[in-house]
């Protein structure tokens, strides 16, 4: 039967991976993987061998209509990236799209996602929020970040950590500086860590202490 099966897997933590996605990987005629090598090594601890291929932001243009041409002659083909749910500031919206105007069927299942237990771990109100992901590196990032000092929710926001201090020290331009802010670095990692304060108490912090790993940023409303 042709389908395209969103597969989420473990954002640092290879124990968060649940039984549907290991069946589901098995089970697939192809697994179509960000970066092959390193889900080769998640294949590995689970004991199982796949056909991949990489489906990233660099080839999916290209590949992406003979992807589609071979699901249609019945192929099952599923899609991971790197971690967390593909699609959420990784590939997956192109191949998604496409499918479901070739009438192909498109099946997400349910799976790690950082942001949700970053939100709900961070203190900060969490009925209602705006997921921003990575901020662009130079044109519009003022304008992003003014939109998202008059939010009345909290906004969620990725970045790396060569760029946090940066993010912050504009945060602190453009938004109070007494707005509260969530740092959450190696989520589900041995290192996770939750740093909570102001954006002033963030920027003195991480002036002295440069971070490492990913990070979620998690940013009061108004």
Not at 82 to 108: K, M, N, W
Not at 172 to 184: A, D, P, S
Request: proline fraction near 6%; glycine fraction near 8%; hydrophobic fraction near 40%.
């Amino acid at each position: 039967m042709s389908k395209l099966i969103l597969i989420p897997t473990p954002i640092g933590n290879l124990g968060d991976i649940t039984l549907r996605a290991i069946e589901t990987i098995k089970a697939v005629d192809v697994l179509l993987a960000e970066d092959t090598r390193h889900t080769g090594k998640l294949l590995k601890h689970l004991n199982i061998q796949k056909t991949m291929r990489p489906y990233h932001a660099h080839n999916e243009h290209k590949s992406t209509v003979s992807i589609i041409d071979e699901i249609k002659s019945g192929e099952v083909f599923g899609l991971v990236s790197d971690a967390g749910t593909p699609g959420i500031s990784d590939p997956g919206f192109l191949l998604v799209r496409e499918c479901i105007s070739a009438g192909i069927q498109v099946e997400a299942l349910p799976g790690p996602t950082a942001f949700v237990p970053a939100l709900v771990a961070s203190g900060l109100p969490c009925d209602k929020f705006y997921f921003e992901g990575f901020l662009p590196h130079k044109k519009g990032r003022q304008t992003r970040l003014n939109f998202l000092a008059n939010l009345p929710c909290a906004s969620i926001l990725y970045e790396s950590p060569h760029r946090l201090l940066k993010t912050l020290q504009q945060m602190g331009e453009f938004i109070e500086e007494n707005r509260k802010v969530c740092i959450v670095r190696e989520l589900s990692k041995l290192y996770e860590t939750f740093h909570r304060g102001t954006i002033k108490d963030q920027i003195e912090f991480f002036e002295k202490t440069p971070p490492k790993g990913e990070i979620i940023i998690i940013l009061e409303g108004v």
